[in-house]
């Protein structure tokens, strides 16, 4: 069974907590990162649109030794507004189905 991160957009504040919490978990350096957020805007027929889109990287490893042990990847745990989980992609992608931005991230590691 094939597993990933899931991740609501719509609701990420951009409080870059998951991006600390998986540096101090997976013992990253300084310029290494297992998840960045990134922001974007846009025009949007008459509002200016700002989102915030957090982006797993190389260095995401689904947090294998957490799961082991029967826990949530650190970013999932420390998520201040709980945009995102973890599971199977196919459990997931039935969240994805019923929001208009949401992401699934999967990893074959
Ligand atoms: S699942 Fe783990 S390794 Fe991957 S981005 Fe989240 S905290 Fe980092
Ligand atoms: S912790 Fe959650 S709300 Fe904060 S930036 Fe990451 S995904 Fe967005």
Redesign the pocket.
Known sequence: MKYG?YIDYDWCSGCHA?EL??KQ??DLKLDQW??RVIERTYQAEDKRVIEYIPI?TE?????VN?IAQGMK????HHCMTKCMD?GPIEELSKLVEKKKKSVIWGSNK
């Not at 260095?59 to 947090?63: S, T």
């Not at 990847?73 to 999932?76: E, G, L, M, T």
């Open positions: 991160l998951c919490a998986c978990e997976n297992g998840i797993p260095y995401c490893n689904l947090c957490r990847p650190a970013c999932v973890f």
